[in-house]
């Protein structure tokens, strides 16, 4: 498996993700879950074909993608003849990072999934900072999201049992090219709408008191110290 590049490297390409996922959604109905496993059916089907298969996916292979985890589950339990490698790409997180001028070093980071994070009721620390992954696709379950809503309201909901409605918040999203630029919306909890959020939407929280990486060891080399 392979990264985007692998268009250019390998004859027995299976396709990218985007590619396979949609000859999958017939009736823009079916559950993301029976798509991520027929994509993955659909990889080790193609070893019938081809000795040697690349599987191209948008940025890190397995970040916030499962059809790669669920195609190597099952090859390495039951196709032992077959060698698996995988190849790290810059994630959507990465370019977080980068975008916003984050060092997660410094206060330490949350990351949870949106619909985890409030059916799970995960508790938020507001010392840290929070990331909020997949914000537009809460109580959505099919890959098509033209017409349905995320509840946003849900989220926003969840948020303002741990931050002030006047916390500010970053609606970010990745460039998907390098000839596109990120989309960097600063707002807070109270304002955000629902036309901003997006299927590519992530949230970005700052903590609510910044602590200095510089005084933070200052403190560990004092307590060393004593």
Same mark, same amino acid.
């Given at each position: 498996?392979?990264?985007?590049?692998?268009?250019?490297?390998?004859?027995?390409?299976? #396709?990218?993700?985007?590619?396979?996922?949609? /000859?999958?959604?017939?009736?823009?109905?079916?559950?993301?879950?029976? @798509?991520?496993?027929?994509?993955?059916?659909?990889?080790?089907?193609?070893?019938?074909?081809?000795?040697?298969?690349?599987?191209?996916?948008? #940025?890190?292979?397995?970040?916030?993608?499962?059809?790669?985890?669920?195609?190597?589950?099952?090859?390495?339990?039951?196709?032992?003849?077959?060698? @698996?490698?995988?190849?790290?790409?810059?994630?959507?997180?990465?370019?977080?990072?980068?975008?916003?001028?984050?060092?997660?070093?410094?206060?330490?980071?949350?990351?949870?999934?949106?619909?985890?994070?409030?059916?799970?009721? @995960?508790?938020?620390?507001?010392?840290?900072?929070?990331?909020?992954?997949?914000? #537009?696709?809460?109580?959505?379950?099919?890959?098509?999201?033209?017409?349905?809503?995320?509840?946003?309201?849900?989220?926003?909901?969840?948020?303002?049992?741990?931050?002030?409605?006047?916390?500010? @918040?970053?609606?970010?999203?990745?460039?998907?090219?390098?000839?596109?630029?990120?989309?960097?919306?600063?707002?807070?909890?109270?304002?955000?709408?629902?036309?901003?959020?997006?299927?590519?939407?992530?949230?970005?929280?700052?903590?609510?008191?910044?602590?200095?990486?510089?005084?933070?060891?200052?403190?560990? /080399?004092?307590?060393?110290? #004593?």
């Amino acid at each position: 498996f392979k990264q985007k590049t692998a268009y250019e490297i390998s004859l027995g390409l299976v #396709g990218s993700e985007m590619c396979i996922r949609d /000859s999958y959604q017939k009736d823009k109905q079916t559950h993301r879950s029976n @798509i991520y496993h027929a994509i993955a059916e659909h990889i080790i089907n193609e070893f019938e074909h081809y000795d040697n298969i690349c599987f191209a996916l948008y #940025g890190h292979p397995f970040f916030c993608a499962q059809p790669a985890l669920h195609a190597i589950e099952k090859i390495t339990k039951d196709r032992k003849d077959i060698t @698996i490698y995988n190849f790290p790409a810059v994630s959507a997180l990465d370019c977080l990072w980068t975008d916003l001028k984050v060092n997660p070093a410094e206060n330490g980071m949350q990351l949870y999934e949106a619909s985890f994070m409030i059916y799970r009721k @995960i508790p938020l620390l507001t010392q840290v900072d929070l990331v909020v992954l997949q914000a #537009g696709l809460i109580d959505i379950d099919t890959i098509y999201t033209g017409k349905e809503k995320s509840r946003v309201d849900k989220l926003i909901s969840y948020l303002l049992q741990f931050y002030n409605k006047t916390h500010s @918040i970053t609606i970010y999203e990745a460039a998907q090219f390098p000839s596109q630029e990120p989309k960097i919306i600063n707002t807070n909890l109270e304002n955000i709408k629902a036309s901003e959020i997006s299927t590519l939407t992530t949230l970005y929280i700052s903590c609510e008191k910044r602590i200095l990486v510089e005084n933070s060891l200052f403190l560990c /080399s004092n307590l060393d110290a #004593g």
